[in-house]
């Protein structure tokens, strides 16, 4: 595997993407907003990189762009894998351990996330704050590659806690409500039912999402600093339960996006 994600990195090096000091993770309806921020000096197609898989997600733009943003050398994915899309974990996190190796010293997520906690509405951001893992497999299942990391990477603050007492402050400072909680990666990709909700509610989780913990475990494997925001795109709630509309929850992302952007561009300023 290493061979590979040597000969990816290589390529990505060869476009011109040099000593990137940020990657940055976008998710669901993110993205064109924070590229438009960004000054894009090189934009690499997915199908282009050798060994990356393709993204099958329409709201998903399959693009890199590396470029600087306040100063600072910034790659960010525009469209992500989901293990639901028939991926290997190793193909779906794979990405981000390009990205450690071409430098990365930080690593910025996003994600969209059905909202559970009753307190909180749709189309606010929450801070995750740790995870819960259901998804039926793990990035890390199989011999284990020393170069990358250790057989038993700690999960204790999975979450990068400098990184989230930055987006706090900026988030009081500028007067964007930033909520902070837990995230229950399910695999998807269909919804959940009343009882499912019931359950994750239960267990402990304030929003449930299909994507970014497999990534974390990936990030936190190769000791790489990570932060994740989900923007609450839909209400989960057991007892009052609407069928879901696509169309919202990519709608609902759109307008999010605003404060996330200035969320992450300040940070980045930070860092
Ligand atoms: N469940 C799982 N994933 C999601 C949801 C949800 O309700 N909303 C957005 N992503």
Same mark, same amino acid.
């Given at each position: 595997?290493?061979?590979?994600? /040597?000969?990816?990195?290589?390529?990505?090096?060869?476009?011109?993407?040099?000593?990137?000091?940020?990657?940055?993770?976008?998710?669901?309806?993110?993205?064109?907003?924070?590229?438009?921020?960004?000054?894009?000096?090189?934009?690499?197609?997915?199908?282009?990189?050798?060994?990356?898989? #393709?993204?099958?997600?329409?709201?998903?733009?399959?693009?890199?762009? $590396?470029?600087?943003?306040?100063?600072?050398?910034?790659?960010?994915?525009?469209?992500?894998?989901?293990?639901?899309?028939? $991926?290997?974990? /190793?193909?779906?996190?794979?990405?981000?351990?390009?990205?450690?190796?071409?430098?990365?010293?930080?690593?910025?997520?996003?994600?969209?996330?059905?909202?559970?906690?009753?307190?909180?509405?749709?189309?606010?951001?929450?801070?995750?704050?740790?995870?819960?893992?259901? /998804?039926?497999?793990?990035?890390?299942?199989?011999?284990?590659?020393?170069?990358?990391?250790?057989?038993?990477?700690?999960?204790?603050?999975? $979450?990068?806690?400098?990184?989230?007492?930055?987006?706090?402050?900026?988030?009081?400072?500028?007067?964007?409500?930033?909520?902070?909680?837990? $995230?229950?990666?399910?695999?998807? *990709?269909?919804?959940?039912?009343?009882?499912?909700?019931?359950?994750?509610?239960?267990?402990?989780?304030?929003?449930?999402?299909?994507?970014?913990?497999?990534?974390?475990?990936?990030?936190?494997?190769?000791?790489?600093?990570?932060?994740?925001?989900?923007?609450?795109? =839909?209400?989960? =709630?057991?007892?009052?339960?609407? *069928?879901?509309?696509?169309? #919202?929850?990519?709608?609902?992302?759109?307008?999010?996006?605003? =404060?996330?952007?200035?969320?992450?561009?300040?940070?980045?300023?930070?860092?």
């Amino acid at each position: 595997m290493i061979e590979q994600l /040597q000969e990816t990195t290589d390529y990505l090096i060869k476009r011109g993407v040099k000593d990137p000091q940020i990657g940055v993770i976008l998710g669901t309806g993110l993205g064109s907003q924070f590229i438009e921020k960004m000054e894009v000096l090189v934009t690499v197609d997915y199908e282009d990189i050798p060994h990356f898989p #393709e993204a099958t997600v329409l709201s998903h733009e399959g693009k890199l762009f $590396y470029g600087v943003i306040n100063g600072k050398k910034v790659v960010a994915l525009s469209g992500r894998f989901h293990f639901y899309e028939g $991926y290997s974990m /190793q193909q779906i996190t794979m990405p981000v351990r390009v990205l450690k190796l071409l430098g990365i010293k930080q690593l910025l997520l996003s994600n969209a996330a059905g909202n559970m906690n009753l307190n909180w509405k749709k189309g606010e951001l929450m801070l995750i704050d740790d995870h819960i893992n259901l /998804q039926p497999d793990n990035p890390l299942r199989g011999p284990n590659d020393e170069k990358l990391g250790s057989r038993f990477p700690d999960m204790s603050a999975p $979450y990068d806690l400098k990184l989230n007492d930055k987006l706090k402050a900026i988030a009081k400072d500028r007067k964007i409500a930033l909520r902070e909680g837990v $995230y229950v990666a399910v695999m998807g *990709p269909n919804l959940e039912t009343r009882a499912e909700y019931r359950f994750l509610k239960n267990i402990g989780a304030d929003v449930v999402g299909m994507s970014t913990v497999p990534e974390v475990i990936v990030a936190n494997h190769m000791e790489l600093p990570c932060c994740a925001i989900s923007i609450l795109t =839909d209400d989960c =709630d057991p007892d009052n339960l609407k *069928p879901v509309n696509i169309a #919202e929850i990519i709608e609902i992302a759109g307008k999010a996006e605003v =404060d996330l952007t200035e969320l992450y561009i300040d940070l980045i300023h930070k860092l």
